[in-house]
């Protein structure tokens, strides 16, 4: 049974661990360390990426196993590289997807939109060559 290893800027919903253990067939769910939570919630937006920068999260990895799974979401060019370092370690990286329903609230002049995001099937990272 593979571990989940979880890079995420939120806890995982009630939902997506039932699809875990169920369809991925989990035996643990990893969260990293606070320390590495706030690095992943603070790539810094200022500058490109580097090996440095990337390796409190590919150090954090290390313990993964190939075919343990690694949800993976965040900024953009950070969580490409990282699932990247996945796929070449054996990792299996996978993003959420989910649905995006827009609610709008009309008071006076002012209109407020806000956003309500459900949780649909966890999608596999697979480079473009390999697709179907």
């Given at each position: 049974?593979p571990?989940?290893?979880c ?10 661990k ?5 369809l991925?067939g ?25 090996k ?13 196993k190939?075919?343990?799974t690694l ?8 969580t ?6 996945a ?12 649905e ?6 009309q008071?006076?002049e ?5 956003y309500v995001?459900?949780?649909i099937?966890?999608r ?9």
């Open positions: 049974m571990d989940i290893f890079l995420l800027n939120h806890e995982l919903t009630p939902k997506q039932e699809e875990l253990y169920s991925f989990a035996k643990n769910i990893i969260y990293p360390p606070a320390s590495i939570s706030a690095l992943w919630a603070g790539i810094p937006v200022d500058k490109g990426l580097t440095a920068l990337l390796e409190p999260f590919t150090a954090w990895l290390q313990e993964a190939p075919t343990d949800i993976l979401q965040g900024e953009h060019s950070a490409f590289a990282l699932a990247d370092f796929l070449q370690r054996g990792l299996i990286p996978v993003c959420a997807v989910t995006r329903v827009a609610h709008e609230v008071e006076g002012k209109v407020y939109r806000y995001f459900e949780h099937c966890f596999k990272y697979q480079n473009y060559k390999d697709l179907g």
